[in-house]
């Protein structure tokens, strides 16, 4: 028997239940992962409160590192003990102690690449990648918007942005937080309360910024798309205040025949090639020094419901990860 979390039903922080679960032995195609660490996301909370509804019961994680103790049949590339890592939706049971994978989903982690870091970066990293590569892809000079601008995604985005040449203004709600951001590389970083709209009109000489990244969804939909300049793209791809109301497509037109996209990882590390892509571009960004993953919170997986509530209650800064 190992430990694990599980939910029996949709609800706040309290139907996360800590049990002895039987995980058994891999299947052709999987592997058995001990996890050394788990990270804790945001969308652990939509799965958790039913937002996005999953069957029930069901485990709850998607991100997490650590070795493998047992590779089932056909199983290629992945040996017993080796140190792996991985971001992914289906089946849900990153919170455990340990648990079955198919092989597929994992990837290797190299020498420099700590079980910590990797389970704070897989989801938060490769969601930074796909956002700043594909949904719009940022150029040297481009004035950027970016939400939660201190949080898990926030801080590894921030770093990116800013190295690919971005201009990037951060929004956050307390000053500590615009403090961590600024040293994160943000040009600038207003307060969630601030005339946002006003000042980012100000700071971009009128014009607007070239995309807006919004994980806040419902209540900053409309203030980001008056954030956006002629042609800008509008990238919603959260729901941490909600999510957003459906909209007439007349509004993109009234502020400048703007695009909107709401995309999410699974459509952009789906393919196995795609995910090896972005693995190895957020592996060689941390490695050389380039993104510092920043774990500013550590709870043991006992306690996976308190740092939920933290996280929603916008406590965290950084990444967070469970201990197993
Ligand atoms: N679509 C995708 O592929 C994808 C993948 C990963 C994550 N995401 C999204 O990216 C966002 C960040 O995820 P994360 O796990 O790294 O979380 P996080 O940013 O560490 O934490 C969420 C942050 O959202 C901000 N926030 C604003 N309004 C909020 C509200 N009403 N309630 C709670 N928080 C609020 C808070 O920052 P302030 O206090 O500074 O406002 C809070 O710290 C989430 O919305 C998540 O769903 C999307």
Redesign the pocket.
């Known amino acids: 028997m190992t430990k694990a979390i599980r939910i029996d039903e949709f609800g706040g922080p309290e139907v996360l239940r800590y049990r002895d679960v039987e995980v058994g032995a891999p299947g052709p195609g999987q592997i058995r992962i001990a996890h050394k660490a788990i990270g ?4 652990d909370i ?1 799965f958790r409160n039913g937002l996005y509804p999953i069957g029930l019961p069901s485990g709850l994680g998607s991100e997490a590192a650590g070795v493998v103790v047992a590779i089932g049949e056909g199983v290629d590339g992945v040996e017993v003990g080796q140190r792996v890592a991985y971001a992914s939706p289906a089946p849900l049971d990153g919170y455990s102690e340990e648990r079955l994978i198919d092989s597929g989903l994992v990837i290797g982690l190299p020498y420099g690449i700590s079980n910590e870091t990797a389970a704070a970066m897989m ?2 990293g490769l ?1 930074s990648w ?2 700043l590569t594909r949904s719009y892809r940022v150029e040297a000079g481009d004035w950027i918007v970016l ?8 801080l590894i985005a921030t770093q990116w942005a800013s190295r690919l040449g971005a201009r990037v203004i951060g ?4 000053e500590e ?1 615009r403090t961590v951001a600024l040293e994160h590389g943000c040009e600038h970083v207003l307060l ?1 309360g601030d005339d946002v709209v006003g000042r980012v009109r100000e700071l971009t000489g009128g014009k607007g910024v070239a995309a807006v990244y919004d ?3 419902r ?1 900053t939909f409309y203030q980001s798309l008056d954030c956006l300049r002629r042609h800008g793209v509008m990238v919603s ?6 999510a957003v109301e459906p909209f007439a497509p007349l509004e993109l037109t009234k502020r400048g025949s703007l695009y909107v996209t709401r ?4 459509d ?1 590390v789906g393919e196995r090639s795609d995910l090896e892509r972005g693995a190895a571009a957020l592996f060689d960004a941390v490695r050389s020094g380039a993104i510092h993953i920043d774990v500013r919170q550590r709870y043991p997986l006992a306690d996976a419901a308190t740092a939920q509530i933290d ?10 990860v469970l201990v197993p």
């Open positions: 804790l996301n945001m969308i939509y989801l938060k969601t796909y956002l939400y939660a601008a201190a949080g898990g995604v926030g929004i956050v709600s307390t937080k969630a994980s806040v969804g209540e791809f959260g729901n941490a205040s909600g995309p999410t990882l699974w952009f996280l929603q209650r916008r406590a965290t800064v950084g990444s967070t």
